[in-house]
Nanobody, 120 residues
């Protein structure tokens, strides 16, 4: 059972940056896609970014050009760099890892969530 542990959430002002980290309990980068979702109260979990096994980055329209996903292979850790944050980015962010066929589903692995608040 793979465990994912997030860190790096917090409160920032609009226009500022924040980096989220997700540490995996084992090296899964060769077998799983990795990425991030976010959720606000009363809404479904929303896709943010994905890094495929093949090394392609995929982004939601709302964050493309502002957010960047990356990974550190030797540390089994991946990141979400969030720049030019907006109030609309306020949410609980979840890291996720899954086989391609299980992407976005409960058959994949999920972190516990970390709160990001963008407010002046």
């Amino acid at each position: 059972q793979v465990r994912l542990v997030e860190s790096g959430g917090g409160q920032v002002q609009p226009g500022e940056s924040l980096r989220l980290s997700c540490a995996a309990s084992e090296n899964i980068f060769s077998t799983h896609d990795i990425g991030w979702y976010r959720q606000t109260p009363g809404k479904q979990r929303e896709f943010v970014a994905r890094f495929t096994r093949g090394g392609s980055g995929i982004y939601a329209d709302a964050v493309r050009g502002r957010f960047a996903i990356s990974r550190h292979n030797f540390m089994s850790t991946f990141y979400l760099q969030m720049n030019r944050l907006q109030s609309e980015d306020t949410a609980v962010y979840f890291c996720h890892a899954a086989y391609d066929a299980d992407w976005g589903s409960e058959r994949g692995y999920w972190g516990q969530g970390t709160q990001v608040t963008v407010s002046s």
